[in-house]
């Protein structure tokens, strides 16, 4: 069963441009909704994350949005540009106490000029 | 900044053969795991540990196993490798109180098995 939801699979952007991931939980239990980058080559580096008692967190182009109702969370780059281009994971965490992360697939970003 | 190694960049094995993945951190953090990647699946947990000798299975442990003799180093063991095992296995550890303050990965290890 698949816990978290990750699309699309990939994505192209031309420089400037706003992209945009979106991600689905299904577990109602989840309560740290990180994001990861992940260039080719090196691990996957966070990005930031969000608490499910915030809309919205914004750091710099990056800002998460977060819909507790409908479970859905998304990552939207603003201002894309080429060194932006790399992989993207969400992620999900539950539980006092618990240190596992659910990851989904996966968006390769390309960011062309 | 806490750093996670991996010792090996690049590993080429045999069928058959028993192969250590080895990730050492240089902090004094509990919380240690071994993730394998696979385009189009994302990351998937294999093993985790939460102290010294203790172990956890995670979502696909089957082929593998872990050791943790000490603190800083958590080991995955291939204990007869197979092609479909061929993947790029990443180390993470969980820095401060808990999951909120996010996973540091090592560089990863690319293993291919012919």
């Known amino acids: 069963q698949q816990q978290v939801k990750q699309s699309p699979q990939s994505l192209i952007v031309q420089k400037g441009g706003i992209s945009i991931i979106n991600c689905a939980y299904e577990n109602t239990a989840f309560d740290y909704f990180p994001w990861y980058q992940q260039f080719p080559g090196k691990g996957p580096a966070l990005l930031i994350a969000i608490r499910p008692d915030v809309s919205e967190k914004k750091e710099g182009r990056f800002t998460i949005s977060f819909n507790k109702s409908a479970k859905q969370f998304s990552l939207h780059i603003m201002d894309s540009q080429p060194g932006d281009s790399a992989t993207y994971f969400c992620?999900?965490?539950?539980?006092?106490?618990?240190?596992?992360?659910?990851f989904g697939k996966g968006t390769k970003l390309s960011v062309i000029p | 900044d806490v750093k996670v190694t991996q010792s090996s960049r690049y590993l080429v094995k045999r069928t058959g053969e028993k192969v250590f993945l080895e990730c050492v951190q240089d902090?004094?953090?509990?919380?240690m795991f071994w993730y394998r990647q696979d385009p189009g699946l994302g990351l998937r947990l294999i093993y985790f540990s939460y102290d010294v000798k203790m172990k956890e299975k995670g979502d696909i442990p089957e082929g593998y196993s872990v050791s943790r003799e000490k603190k800083e180093r958590f080991s995955l063991i291939l204990e007869s490798a197979s092609t479909n095992q061929t993947s790029m296995y990443l180390c993470a550890i969980n820095i401060g109180a808990g999951r909120r303050y996010g996973y540091t990965f090592g560089s990863g290890t690319r293993l291919t098995v012919v």
């Open positions: 902090m004094d953090h509990e919380n």
């Open positions: 992620a999900a965490a539950s539980g006092a106490g618990s240190y596992q992360l659910t």
